[in-house]
Protein backbone atom coordinates (compact mmCIF):
# COMPACT_ATOMS: atom_id res chain seq x y z
CA UNK A 1 0.00 0.00 0.00
CA UNK A 2 1.22 3.33 -0.92
CA UNK A 3 1.32 6.38 2.05
CA UNK A 4 -1.87 7.82 0.30
CA UNK A 5 -3.47 3.86 0.37
CA UNK A 6 -2.77 4.00 4.28
CA UNK A 7 -4.18 7.78 4.46
CA UNK A 8 -7.20 7.53 2.96
CA UNK A 9 -8.04 3.71 4.78
CA UNK A 10 -7.52 5.93 8.27
CA UNK A 11 -9.59 8.58 7.38
CA UNK A 12 -12.50 6.11 6.53
CA UNK A 13 -11.61 4.39 9.80
CA UNK A 14 -11.80 7.39 12.09
CA UNK A 15 -15.04 8.50 9.64
CA UNK A 16 -17.05 5.51 10.75
CA UNK A 17 -15.83 5.32 13.80
CA UNK A 18 -16.59 9.23 15.02
CA UNK A 19 -19.88 9.40 12.58
CA UNK A 20 -21.85 6.26 14.61
CA UNK A 21 -20.36 7.90 18.31
CA UNK A 22 -21.78 11.55 17.53
CA UNK A 23 -25.16 10.12 16.20
CA UNK A 24 -25.96 8.19 19.44
CA UNK A 25 -24.69 11.71 21.42
CA UNK A 26 -27.17 13.55 19.54
CA UNK A 27 -29.75 11.03 20.52
CA UNK A 28 -29.16 10.90 23.86
CA UNK A 29 -29.26 14.46 24.11
CA UNK A 30 -32.18 14.82 22.47
CA UNK A 31 -34.55 12.05 24.10
CA UNK A 32 -35.60 14.15 26.66
CA UNK A 33 -36.53 17.13 24.44
CA UNK A 34 -38.57 14.71 22.64
CA UNK A 35 -40.49 13.86 25.60
CA UNK A 36 -40.98 17.11 25.99
CA UNK A 37 -42.54 18.18 22.65
CA UNK A 38 -39.83 20.41 21.66
CA UNK A 39 -38.42 18.15 19.37
CA UNK A 40 -40.48 15.11 17.03
CA UNK A 41 -39.48 11.80 16.82
CA UNK A 42 -38.89 12.60 12.99
CA UNK A 43 -36.93 15.17 13.60
CA UNK A 44 -34.75 13.22 16.06
CA UNK A 45 -34.37 10.24 13.31
CA UNK A 46 -33.14 13.04 10.77
CA UNK A 47 -30.53 14.70 12.84
CA UNK A 48 -29.12 11.59 14.07
CA UNK A 49 -29.20 9.71 10.61
CA UNK A 50 -27.41 9.96 7.73
CA UNK A 51 -27.09 13.11 5.47
CA UNK A 52 -29.13 11.37 3.03
CA UNK A 53 -31.76 10.82 5.91
CA UNK A 54 -31.63 14.39 6.35
CA UNK A 55 -32.07 15.99 2.83
CA UNK A 56 -34.78 13.46 2.85
CA UNK A 57 -36.76 14.28 5.66
CA UNK A 58 -36.32 18.20 4.36
CA UNK A 59 -37.81 17.48 0.96
CA UNK A 60 -40.95 15.03 2.54
CA UNK A 61 -41.87 18.28 4.48
CA UNK A 62 -44.72 20.70 2.90
CA UNK A 63 -42.13 23.54 3.82
CA UNK A 64 -39.09 22.86 3.56
CA UNK A 65 -37.30 25.78 4.03
CA UNK A 66 -39.18 26.10 7.63
CA UNK A 67 -38.06 22.52 7.93
CA UNK A 68 -34.20 23.33 7.61
CA UNK A 69 -34.29 25.96 10.25
CA UNK A 70 -36.27 24.28 12.42
CA UNK A 71 -33.66 21.43 12.29
CA UNK A 72 -30.62 23.79 12.66
CA UNK A 73 -32.55 25.17 15.83
CA UNK A 74 -33.03 21.98 17.28
CA UNK A 75 -28.81 21.26 16.31
CA UNK A 76 -28.02 24.46 18.34
CA UNK A 77 -30.25 23.30 21.15
CA UNK A 78 -28.22 19.68 21.30
CA UNK A 79 -25.14 21.66 21.38
CA UNK A 80 -26.25 24.12 23.81
CA UNK A 81 -27.39 20.80 25.92
CA UNK A 82 -23.88 19.21 25.38
CA UNK A 83 -22.22 22.50 26.84
CA UNK A 84 -24.31 22.99 29.61
CA UNK A 85 -23.44 19.34 30.87
CA UNK A 86 -27.38 18.73 30.33
CA UNK A 87 -28.21 21.49 33.14
CA UNK A 88 -31.54 23.29 32.55
CA UNK A 89 -30.06 26.88 32.12
CA UNK A 90 -31.03 30.13 30.91
CA UNK A 91 -29.28 29.61 27.52
CA UNK A 92 -31.06 25.94 26.96
CA UNK A 93 -34.30 27.36 27.29
CA UNK A 94 -33.63 30.53 25.27
CA UNK A 95 -32.64 27.69 22.51
CA UNK A 96 -36.00 25.90 23.36
CA UNK A 97 -37.41 29.11 21.91
CA UNK A 98 -35.43 29.82 19.29
CA UNK A 99 -36.87 25.90 17.76
CA UNK A 100 -40.59 27.20 18.33
CA UNK A 101 -39.42 30.67 17.13
CA UNK A 102 -37.80 28.42 13.98
CA UNK A 103 -41.69 26.56 13.96
CA UNK A 104 -43.57 29.48 14.10
CA UNK A 105 -41.42 31.93 10.96
CA UNK A 106 -44.04 30.84 8.45
CA UNK A 107 -47.70 30.79 8.88
CA UNK A 108 -50.46 30.16 6.46
CA UNK A 109 -51.63 33.07 4.42
CA UNK A 110 -48.32 34.82 4.48
CA UNK A 111 -48.73 35.97 8.30
CA UNK A 112 -45.96 36.57 9.79
CA UNK A 113 -45.51 36.13 13.98
CA UNK A 114 -46.43 38.87 16.19
CA UNK A 115 -43.02 39.99 18.03
CA UNK A 116 -43.90 41.03 21.48
CA UNK A 117 -41.22 43.84 23.61
CA UNK A 118 -40.87 40.54 25.39
CA UNK A 119 -38.91 38.94 22.32
CA UNK A 120 -35.61 36.62 24.08
CA UNK A 121 -34.02 38.03 20.56
CA UNK A 122 -32.11 41.37 21.36
CA UNK A 123 -31.19 43.35 18.81
CA UNK A 124 -28.12 46.05 19.38
CA UNK A 125 -27.03 49.15 17.39
CA UNK A 126 -24.74 48.93 15.21
CA UNK A 127 -21.40 50.34 16.62
CA UNK A 128 -20.33 53.50 15.01
CA UNK A 129 -16.95 53.78 13.39
CA UNK A 130 -15.07 56.64 12.59
CA UNK A 131 -14.19 57.83 9.65
CA UNK A 132 -12.24 60.88 8.02
CA UNK A 133 -14.30 63.32 6.33
CA UNK A 134 -14.25 63.61 2.88
CA UNK A 135 -13.48 58.81 2.39
CA UNK A 136 -16.01 56.59 0.87
CA UNK A 137 -16.98 55.04 4.69
CA UNK A 138 -18.25 58.91 5.62
CA UNK A 139 -20.35 59.59 2.61
CA UNK A 140 -22.25 55.86 4.01
CA UNK A 141 -22.30 57.29 7.55
CA UNK A 142 -24.09 60.07 6.41
CA UNK A 143 -26.93 58.09 4.73
CA UNK A 144 -27.32 56.14 7.88
Excluded at 75 to 93: F, K, P
Excluded at 109 to 131: D, I, K, M, N, Y
Amino acid sequence: MTVAGVVIAVFVWVYETTVAVEREWMRELLAPEVELGVVTSPELDALAGSRSTLRGYIRAQREPHTAARVLEAENELAHQIARDDGAETAAVRRARTAVSQARGTRRRGGEQPVRSSHSPVATFPAPRLAAAPGTWKSACRSRL
